[in-house]
Antibody
């Protein structure tokens, strides 16, 4: 069973860059979509974007100018960078694996990592 | 973006009750609709995909239906372990979008 684990700083200052990694174990990063989703405290789910193992990316238009998702296939992890953060970016950030090579909705999720934006 | 309107936002039910949650999309989504369950402090778990298909290992008391813009999620007999928040999610188009959630309480 594939497992995903998010990691990164829990506190980021306003205007700085949020950087998270998602390490995959128990499976290969190949042949799938890899996704970032966030959830502000007490609120609903927002899709940030995904990367296909081939390297192609899609982002939520609401965040597109600030987000970059990268994949590191030889090391079995992928990452999220969000620049110019504000308090509105405070959230629980999840990484997730898509259904398969052609289907992107998330099936397997990490446990999530809380990122707080505050000075 | 496709907007997903989910109702009710919360509901209180008794063990053994049958309950139904609805999700309306802002445009037709061709049955590309999933339902997730999220328990407090946990990541969402996929229960139903493509409107009505049960994910492996999910109890048969969960079911889904619908078409076009209107979809439903039903628990036929509420169990204690079903206390959670449920989200619909469309994958007809990007960005993937979620409903606002339904918190199920006893």
């Amino acid at each position: 069973q594939v497992q995903l684990q998010e990691s990164g700083p829990g506190l980021v200052k306003p205007s700085e860059t949020l950087s998270l990694t998602c390490i995959i174990s128990g499976g290969s990063i190949s042949n799938n979509y890899w996704t970032w989703i966030r959830q502000p405290p007490g609120r609903g789910l927002e899709w940030i974007g995904h990367i296909h193992y081939s390297g192609s990316t899609k982002y939520n238009p609401s965040l597109k100018s600030r987000v970059t998702i990268s994949i590191h296939t030889s090391e079995n992890w992928f990452s999220l960078k969000l620049i110019s953060v504000t308090a509105a970016d405070t959230a629980l950030y999840y990484c997730a694996r898509g259904r398969d090579y052609t289907t992107d909705y998330p099936v397997d999720w990490g446990q999530g990592t809380l990122v707080t934006v505050s000075s | 973006d496709i907007q997903m309107t989910q109702s009710p936002s919360s509901l209180s039910a008794s063990l053994g009750d049958r309950l139904t949650i609805t999700c309306q999309a802002s445009q037709a989504i061709n049955n590309f609709l999933n339902w997730y369950q999220q328990k407090p402090g946990k990541a969402p778990k996929l229960l139903i995909y493509e409107t009505s298909k049960l994910e492996t290992g999910v109890p048969s008391r969960f079911s889904g239906g619908g078409s076009g813009t209107d979809y439903t999620f039903t628990i036929s007999s509420l169990q204690p372990e079903d206390i959670a928040t449920y989200y619909c999610q469309q994958y007809e188009d990007l960005p993937l979008t979620f409903g606002g959630g339904t918190k199920v309480e006893i």
